[in-house]
């Protein structure tokens, strides 16, 4: 603990990038370039799953939502991180933090459970085709939005009232660039043990876990794709799962890494260095995944470009 007073604490004092010195105003714009990138990337795969009936299936259907979540999981990030960026002593205020930390959690729980189930829908189409209308119901799909929507919403409310609960004196500079869980948590003037216990039993609820089955999901996609005959019809099909496994290695593995190293937390600037790929870089691949490398995806963006830009010109 920082300072031998008991003063309680009302605002964190974020380092985050402030040692960056001249370089801070570079990374402001590359950051805000990142993010508008992201921002109009992924809403442009919403709006193509919604406007196009040839995408109205459900793994587009889960890459609308995957799109939603990413967009709310980093505006819960950078914009802070932008105005911390020009400001010379960035602080944040204990409510701010609070929720800050709470949709940081319940974003990123909803972000691995989605991955784990456009994992199962590849798993039906490819493994189990007959079955496939059976299994990936519109109700079925609605499901398991909606109960990765809710495992976020809970367990961050678990997660943020247990960490906020605990008294926090004297200390409160956190070096981070987000209110992430470890740093926060190592911050209260309590014992902290429960709240670590609680940090990795999530983990490996919710990345441990979707991270195995979805591995277990491509091993059977694997085999299956083994089993068919040529060449060409493997490249077909796994052609349908390389953007989602791209997205899944990027995601879970930097996830995976932060969270699940024995000393997470206690090498600042690494853990800086994950959290910024996790946060800022890697959604910013998945609309140029999702897009560029899927031809219906492409097709449909031609067909909406057409049609406005026949009207447009009929007008």
Known sequence: MEGGNDTAVTEFILLGFSGFGSLQVPLFCGVLCIYLVTLLGNALIILLTLADPSLHSPMYFFLRHFSVVEILYTTTIVPRMLVDLLSSCPTIPLASCFTQLYFFALFGIA???????MAYDRY?????PLYYTTLMRREVCVR????????GIITGTIHSICIFTLPFHG???IH???CDILPVLRLASASTFWGEVGNLVVTVAFIVSPFSLIIV???????TI???????ERQKIFSTCSSHLFVVMLFFGTGTLAYMRPWAGSFQDTDQI???FYTVVTPVFNPFVYTLRNKEVTGAMRRLMKKHLWNSSSA
């Open 217 to 223: 999901s491509y091993a059977c996609i694997l085999t």
């Open 274 to 276: 994950l959290a910024f």
């Open 144 to 151: 398991m939005v909606g109960a990765s929507y809710l495992m």
């Open 226 to 232: 083994l089993g068919v005959a040529t060449s060409q």
């Open 176 to 178: 981070h660039f987000l």
């Open 171 to 173: 200390a409160s500079t």
């Open 111 to 117: 972000e691995c459970c989605l991955l784990t189930a």
């Open 124 to 128: 039906a189409a490819i493994c189990r």
